[in-house]
């Protein structure tokens, strides 16, 4: 029997069983993890910083905390939300503490993937992974947050005016309401991240910056769809907001993206076997050697 020296082994000398035991218990401390804080979401009281207020009966766990605080910066004063089934309530309370608990656990489920996966890649694939990585996290929490506190809050303002036209009081299922502002807040991150898809594309050469310039007009097209279908019901202003973002970020990757066209372009003209510039000659004017 295998003894177990609490001493990671080198990944180069691991059997491919050894591999799959590592993959479990890495598997089990992101389970774990997110279960941990799905239940501190579900029933850790927000005032354990108050022992007077929570001894006196005012329990309020932390995932009534953030849905409370999503109504205050979403909701129009005139939009009231009603519950609609009697399990509704019960079902948003559950399914947001999950929600919640995956984005408090993230960082360590992040650790977990990236110890496993770090082992296996090369150099030159860490260099173009991990900064990679790191953009398109940024990128899509800066595009949540904005998707939460700008575009969710003109949604609801805008749908505000087609209950008028129709004559309707302004009431909408929990469902629906917390629903809505999951997709609008997460389907704006993913938006935030298309430069980083862009540039990834371009760095591996599966697609030229002069491809995404010639097709400008279809990307830009699909894209006014693309909000359109994030921001139901948002009017012509919502649309164009996530619209003109998706430009300016499209343009940017544009920018980057052409950055690493040169580069490629220059290693393509360096000799493979000695790195002397070589141009468009086949024979290398340094070593001689011929670059096929």
């Not at 992974?129 to 800066?142: C, E, K, N, T």
């Not at 907001?241 to 544009?254: A, D, K, N, P």
């Amino acid at each position: 029997m295998r003894k177990k020296t609490g001493m990671r082994r080198d990944p180069r000398q691991m059997t491919w069983m050894e591999h799959l035991e590592e993959l479990r218990d890495r598997f089990k401390i992101c389970l774990i993890s997110i279960g941990v804080a799905t239940l501190i979401m579900l029933a850790f009281p927000y005032q354990i910083t108050d022992p007077v207020a929570l001894l006196s009966g005012e329990y309020q766990p932390m995932v009534s905390v953030i849905l409370n605080f999503m109504v205050k910066i979403v909701k129009p004063e005139r939009m009231e939300i009603i519950g609609g089934t009697i399990t509704a309530p019960l079902e948003i309370y559950f399914i947001a503490s999950l929600i919640f608990g995956l984005i408090a656990s993230s960082p360590i489920v992040g650790y977990e993937i990236f110890k496993y996966i770090d082992p296996a890649l090369y150099p030159h694939e860490r260099r173009m992974i991990y900064p990679f990585m790191a953009s398109f996290i940024g990128l899509f929490a800066v595009g949540s947050v904005i998707g939460f506190g700008l575009i969710t809050p003109v949604t609801f303002r805008a749908m505000l005016i087609f209950f008028d036209m129709v004559g309707a009081n302004p009431v909408i299922n929990v469902t629906d309401f917390y629903l809505t502002i999951l997709v609008v807040t997460f389907a704006t991150g993913a938006v935030f991240t298309t430069p980083v898809i862009l540039v990834l594309l371009v760095r591996a050469g599966i697609i030229s910056t002069k491809t995404i310039e010639r097709n400008r007009k279809w990307i830009y097209g699909l894209g006014y769809v693309v909000a359109a279908i994030i921001t139901p019901d948002g009017g012509l202003f919502a649309n164009l907001i996530l619209l003109g973002f998706l430009i300016v970020l499209v343009e940017s990757g544009i920018l980057v993206a052409k950055k690493y066209e040169k580069e490629r372009a220059m290693r393509e003209k360096l000799c493979p076997f000695c790195g002397a510039y070589m141009g468009d000659e086949v024979f290398c004017p340094e070593c001689r050697r011929a670059r096929l």
